[in-house]
C-alpha cells in the first residue's frame, strides 16, 4: 500500500511537471482564431501594429506546468509573405522561462507580434531567447498612437488571462517547433519550418477554409 | 436663508433616495446579465471551433487526407455541436429573461421618481437599452435561424454517409459538401459579428450594473 503510494505521488509529480501536451494544427488553427478574435474584439490588440508585423506567434498556456518547472506552451506562428499576405501556419510549443506570466494563472493567451523578418527566423530554428536579448515590452492597445520604437522593437506582446490583462516577463524561454504536427498538417513528413515561413509549403487544399477566418481576422 | 436651504435640503434627500433605488434590482439584475452574457460567448465561441473542426474534417474528406478518420471526427465534432447548440439555446433564454427582468425593475425605479428631467433622462437610458438589446436579439435570431438550417443539412450529410460511405459516394455528395462548407463559411462570419455585438451589450450592459 506504501509502495503504492509512492508510485502515484512520484506519478502525479511527473505529470504536474511535464510540458504542456503539443496539439494538432487542426486544432491550432481554431483555438488561435478565438484567441486572435477575443483580442480584436475587445481592443487589446493595435491592429495597426499588426499590419506591421513581419510575423505573429498565437499561444496559449494552460495546466499546471506554468508556476511549477516553467511554463509550457502550444500555438502557431505565421510569417508575413512578400506580398503582404500570411504563409500557412507553423505549429510551436515553447518552454522554460517565462513568457507573458508574470502574476501567474492557469489559462493564458498569448500573442506576440515579431516586428523583424530576423526574429521570425530564430522563432521558426527553434531558438532560445535568453531574457537579457530580448527588447519585448507590453504592445500599444487598440487605438493608441503607434510610433516608430514600437515598429523597431523585436516583439510586441499581448497577454490575456481570463479577463485579467498581466504584465510581460519575457525571455529565458526556448521554442519548439512541433514537427509532428506540421508533417501531418501538410501531409509532408519532412517539412520543415522553414519551407513553413518562407512561403515555399502550400497549405493543402481541404485545409485552407479552416483558415481563412483567421487570415480574414488579421486584415 | 432658511428658506433656500430647505428646498436645497429636500433635492438632496431625493437625490440620495433615487440612487439608493437605482443601487438596487435593476443594477443586480445587469450584473447577472452582463455575466451570462459573458457565458453565451463562451458557448458560442466553443461552438465556432466545432463548426472549424466540422469544416476541416469536410475538407479532408473530399480530398482524401484521412478520409475514413475525417469521416468519423465528423460525426463526433457534430454531436458535440449539437450539443453545444442546446446549451447556447439555454443560455439565449436565460440572456432575454434578464433583459426582461432588468427592464421591468428599471422600469419600476424610474417610476419612484420625482423630478420629471430626471425621469426623462433615465427613460432615454432605458429607451436605449431596449433599442440595443432588440437589435442583438434580432441577429441572435437570425444566426439562430441559419444555423438550424446548417446543422440539418450537416446532418443529412451525415445520414447520406451512414448509409453508404465510399470514395465513390464522397464524390457524389461533392455539391452537397461544398454547399455546407459554403455555409459554415458564412455561419463564421455571421458569429463573428454577432460576437462583437455581445460584447459591445456586454459591455453598456456592464456600464449601468454595480459589478464595475
Known sequence: ?219 | MKNKILPLLTALAAFAMMAQAQDSESLNVAADQADSMNKLDGLVGRAQKRLEYILTNLGNLQTGNGAKKAYEEFKDNLEDLKDIRADIKDRVEKVRDLQGVRMAAWTKEVSGMTDKDMRKLTNDQIDKAKADFDTLDKQMREVGGDANDLTALLEDLKKYFDSSYSADSVKTAAPMVEKAKTSGRDMQKSVDALRDTIYKNKKEVKGTSSAQ
Request: aromatic share 8%.
Open chain 1, 1 to 219: 500500500m506504501k509502495h503504492l503510494r509512492k508510485i502515484l505521488l512520484v506519478a502525479l509529480m511527473a505529470g504536474f511537471s511535464l510540458p504542456a501536451s503539443a496539439e494538432n494544427l487542426d486544432k491550432l488553427v481554431p483555438d488561435a482564431a478565438e484567441i486572435f478574435g477575443r483580442f480584436k474584439r475587445e481592443d487589446l490588440i493595435n491592429m495597426d501594429l499588426v499590419k506591421d508585423a513581419k510575423g505573429i506567434v498565437i499561444l496559449n498556456y494552460t495546466g499546471f506546468a506554468i508556476g511549477i518547472g516553467g511554463t509550457g506552451g502550444d500555438g502557431i506562428l505565421f510569417a508575413r509573405k512578400d506580398d503582404g499576405s500570411w504563409t500557412g501556419p507553423c505549429a510551436i510549443t515553447t518552454d522554460g522561462g517565462s513568457i507573458g506570466i508574470k502574476v501567474g494563472g492557469s489559462d493564458n493567451d498569448v500573442v506576440v507580434l515579431l516586428m523583424k523578418a530576423g526574429v521570425v527566423n530564430r522563432w521558426a530554428k527553434g531558438d532560445h531567447f535568453a531574457s537579457a536579448s530580448a527588447s519585448a515590452v507590453m504592445g500599444p492597445k487598440g487605438g493608441e498612437a503607434v510610433d516608430a520604437s514600437m515598429k523597431d522593437r523585436d516583439f510586441n506582446v499581448y497577454v490575456w488571462n481570463k479577463g485579467a490583462e498581466l504584465g510581460v516577463s519575457f525571455g529565458g524561454f526556448d521554442v519548439n517547433i512541433n514537427d509532428e504536427a506540421n508533417a501531418d498538417y501538410y501531409d509532408k513528413p519532412a517539412i520543415s519550418a522553414q519551407d513553413i515561413v518562407s512561403g515555399k509549403a502550400e497549405v493543402p487544399a481541404g485545409k485552407k477554409d479552416s483558415l481563412n477566418r483567421l487570415y480574414d481576422m488579421l486584415k
